[in-house]
Each structure stands twice: as structure tokens, then as C-alpha cells.
């Protein structure tokens, strides 16, 4: 009854929520990756960060999109326009100094892919939307 | 030969082991998060933080255990964590989430020294209520404060 009175609540939370977006690197090299978003009255991917270099066993936490422009920055001097908390995560791109593969939704037609990364292994790229937050895990 | 074919299926999961802990405050108060957490050394609940301040609308993440070590808030009395023997023997265990005042939150996973997974707290960011809440999805423990 008590679980089923948690997940009730957790339900309920939900649909209010504003995500975090979380990128966890558990592969044994360094990445770089960018993220996407978009305002709220936006269109998808409309706003690309700049590369973030994220080490092995390293994370990232963005509590909402208006953290981004605080570090790695926005390409191009962009800015979500109106609630940096009403803004929308779209999309991670991983980079890995010849191609790009991209996970997400909007502008990514996949959630989850595999690409060789630096080190020259295979790279897990898996987006996921957990509770209310949305994570990007990468691993070998 | 079973045998070793059983063993390599068990280790698998290892492999992508994930088992980071994301922290979230969503509130717009302030609050101050304690983090416990057990390794091959230490007993559920052994690994005990130092003191994470958390600003309104500021999120946290942190990979493993280890990563304690040499990240702020760190464990009190100097211990160290280790991630030896994988997630079957290290894990996240809760949190004792405060603001001072009215917010007292001791939440975690089923087993753990706080097994209760969500707590709702009145007027504990004036006079919103904030919902502290702890939950697993796919091997990584999720705070949040909202």
C-alpha cells in the first residue's frame, strides 16, 4: 500500500516537474560531447552548447537549460528566451574527432547508440528520461 | 563449463555498471544534503558526507562512491570510499536533506538506515511544501528536492 501510495506521489510530481538533465561517463575515456535544447515558445535543438570535455568516470549536472550558459556556454552568443526553467532538453551530440552521433529526441532520430570513441573501444550513448530527470550515460 | 559461462553472464552487468547519484533541488530555498553510502569497508550507512550546500535550482552529480574522495563535500573523519567488488558491494544507501529549519528529511533506499523513499514537508520553503524523494532507475539513485 505504502509503495503504491510512493509511486502514486511520485506520478503526481511529474507532470510540474522541470528536469535536470545529468550526463554520466562511466567509459574508460575522456568524451566531448554537446547538448541541445530549446526555449519554451522554441523549436526543437534551436539552441547548441559548446563542446563539454567530460573525463573517464566524470559527470555533468544541469539542474535546467539556463545553467548552460554558465558553463560550457551556447554556440554563437545564443540565449534561451523567457524561463530558463521552462526550457526544454532536446538532444546530446558525442564527438569523436570524426563523426557525430546524436541521441535524444527533436533533432536525434535515436535514444541510443554505440560509435568508437577516442580511445578507439566502442562507446555506449544512452539517453533515458528517469523520474523527472533526464540522463545521458555513456559506457564501454 | 556452465560454471564459468554463469559467471560471465554475472559479470556483465559490471561492465555498464551505473550506479552514479543525481541530486536535484528544485526548491527555491537553499538546502544542505548529507549523502551515506556503503563499500567493502564500510556498512550500509557507514560512508557518511561532509556537509553539500545546495543552492536554489541547483542540480549535483557524482559518478561513484570514489568519487567522494576527491570531490567536494567529500566523507567526514576522512574516510575513503572504494568501488572494489562492483555494485554488488558498494551502493548509495540516502540522504539527511535540511535547510536549518523546518526542512528535516532523512530519506533513502528500502534496507538502508532511512528506508523511507519520499517525504513531504509543509512550509518548509516558506510557505511551499517541499517533497524530498529518493528513487533507483536504472542502477542510479535519484534525489530530489522539489
Not at chain 1, 55 to 73: I, R
Not at chain 1, 91 to 118: P, Y
Not at chain 2, 74 to 92: C, H
Not at chain 2, 109 to 133: D, E, K, Q, Y
Request: with cysteine; glycine share 10%.
Amino acid at each position: 500500500m505504502r509503495k503504491l501510495f510512493t509511486a502514486a506521489l511520485l506520478f503526481l510530481l511529474a507532470p510540474a516537474a522541470r528536469a535536470a538533465l545529468f550526463i554520466n561517463n562511466t567509459s574508460k575515456c575522456t568524451v566531448q560531447v554537446r547538448v541541445y535544447a530549446h526555449s519554451e515558445k522554441g523549436k526543437a535543438c534551436e539552441l547548441e552548447s559548446k563542446i563539454m570535455t567530460i573525463p573517464s568516470m566524470g559527470t555533468m549536472a544541469f539542474n535546467n537549460a539556463g545553467q548552460v550558459a554558465e558553463n560550457p556556454g551556447w554556440e554563437k552568443g545564443m540565449t534561451v528566451a523567457g524561463d530558463p526553467k521552462a526550457a526544454v532538453w532536446d538532444a546530446l551530440g558525442f564527438h569523436n574527432g570524426t563523426s557525430t552521433l546524436k541521441v535524444g529526441t527533436g533533432c536525434a532520430t535515436v535514444t541510443t547508440g554505440v560509435v568508437k570513441d577516442a580511445c578507439g573501444a566502442d562507446l555506449n550513448v544512452k539517453w533515458t528520461i528517469a523520474g523527472r530527470n533526464i540522463l545521458v550515460e555513456l559506457y564501454n | 563449463m556452465r560454471t564459468f559461462l554463469i559467471a560471465l553472464l554475472l559479470s556483465l552487468p559490471a561492465i555498464g555498471a551505473k550506479a552514479a547519484l543525481f541530486i536535484t533541488n528544485n526548491t527555491n530555498c537553499s538546502v544542505t544534503v548529507t549523502i551515506y553510502a556503503h563499500d567493502q569497508n564500510h556498512s550500509v550507512c557507514g560512508l557518511e558526507s561532509g556537509s553539500l550546500q545546495l543552492a536554489a535550482g541547483e542540480s549535483a552529480a557524482f559518478n561513484n562512491v570514489a568519487t567522494l574522495n576527491t570531490t567536494l563535500p567529500g566523507w567526514q573523519n576522512g574516510q575513503m570510499a572504494t568501488t572494489a567488488g562492483g555494485t554488488a558491494v558498494w551502493g548509495w544507501d540516502g540522504a539527511f536533506v535540511t535547510n536549518g529549519s523546518t526542512l528535516w528529511a532523512q530519506i533513502g533506499r528500502t534496507g538502508s538506515c532511512f528506508p523511507i523513499p519520499v517525504l513531504a514537508t509543509p512550509n518548509a520553503c516558506g510557505t511551499s511544501s517541499v517533497t524530498t524523494a529518493w528513487h533507483v532507475v536504472g542502477g542510479n539513485a535519484f534525489l530530489d528536492i522539489i
